[in-house]
T-cell receptor, first 111, second 115 residues
Framework: QQPVQSPQAVILREGEDAVINCSSSKALYSVHWYRQKHGEAPVFLMI?????EQKGHEKISASFNEKKQQSSLYLTASQLSYSGTYFC????????????FGKGTHLIIQP | GAVVSQHPSRVICKSGTSVKIECRSLDFQATTMFWYRQFPKQSLMLMAT?????????EQGVEKDKFLINHASLTLSTLTVTSAHPEDSSFYICSLKGGRESGYTFGSGTRLTVV
C-alpha cells in the first residue's frame, strides 16, 4: 500500500524551514527517507525503525510516531543543495522486502 | 553503506530488440536485490525482487516473461527487457539493502529509450 506524502511541492527561500509528511493506514516496520535530484538515483537520508523515534541532526531530522503510521522529515535553515524530490519509502515487514514509495515532495529552494 | 554499480547509464534501442542492464554489488554479498522503474515525474515503483540462485519475485502487473531477471551470483543481478517497445522507455534502478539499520542503496540508474 502506497504511503501518502504531503505536501506535493514546496517552494522556500534559502534559510527557511520545511516539513514533509508521510503516512500509512497500517503500522509500518520501517520508514526510509530519500532525496532525488533530477536524472539521478535516490540518495539515502535516514531510516526509522522504532515508534517514537527521532533521529538526524539539527539541519535534517525525522520522526516516527508511536503507532508507526506517520513519519515527518524536517529540513531546517534550508540550503540551495536541499532542492530535489523527497520520497518516503516504507517496508511492511522486516524481511528482505523492497520499498513502497510515496509520490514524492518536490522541494525548490530559491536564493 | 553498500556500493552499487549499474550499467549502462543510458541506452537507446530499436523497438523489438532486447536490452540487458547489469547491477553489481561492489562490497557486499547480496542475496537479494531489487529492481525499480520510474517514469518521468513519477515515483519509483518496485518491479521485482531478485533472489540469488532462485527465481525472481515479480510485483503484480509486471510481466515476468518481458522483464527477465537473473541473479547468478551474490554480486550481480541482471534485468533484461525483452522485445522492448516505446512504452518500456523509463528509468530503471536497482537497489540492495545493507544491514537491518541500513538504508537501501541504489545504483545510478539506466535511462532506457526505445525508438
Amino acid at each position: 500500500q502506497q504511503p501518502v506524502q504531503s505536501p506535493q511541492a514546496v517552494i522556500l527561500r534559502e534559510g527557511e524551514d520545511a516539513v514533509i509528511n508521510c503516512s500509512s493506514s497500517k503500522a509500518l516496520y520501517s520508514v526510509h527517507w530519500y532525496r532525488q535530484k533530477h536524472g539521478e538515483a535516490p540518495v539515502f537520508l535516514m531510516i526509522l525503525l522504532k515508534g517514537g523515534e527521532q533521529k538526524g541532526h539539527e539541519k535534517i531530522s525525522a520522526s516516527f510516531n508511536e503507532k508507526k503510521q506517520q513519519s515527518s522529515l524536517y529540513l531546517t535553515a534550508s540550503q540551495l543543495s536541499y532542492s530535489g524530490t523527497y520520497f518516503c519509502g516504507t517496508a511492511a515487514g522486516g524481511g528482505a522486502d523492497g520499498l513502497t514509495f510515496g509520490k514524492g515532495t518536490h522541494l525548490i529552494i530559491q536564493p | 553503506g553498500a556500493v552499487v554499480s549499474q550499467h549502462p547509464s543510458r541506452v537507446i534501442c530499436k523497438s523489438g530488440t532486447s536490452v540487458k542492464i547489469e547491477c553489481r554489488s561492489l562490497d557486499f554479498q547480496a542475496t537479494t536485490m531489487f529492481w525499480y522503474r520510474q517514469f518521468p515525474k513519477q515515483s519509483l515503483m518496485l518491479m521485482a525482487t531478485s533472489n540469488e540462485g532462485s527465481k525472481a519475485t515479480y510485483e503484480q502487473g509486471v510481466e515476468k516473461d518481458k522483464f527477465l531477471i537473473n541473479h547468478a551470483s551474490l554480486t550481480l543481478s541482471t534485468l533484461t527487457v525483452t522485445s522492448a517497445h516505446p512504452e518500456d522507455s523509463s528509468f530503471y534502478i536497482c537497489s540492495l539493502k545493507g544491514g537491518r539499520e541500513s538504508g537501501y542503496t541504489f545504483g545510478s540508474g539506466t535511462r532506457l529509450t526505445v525508438v
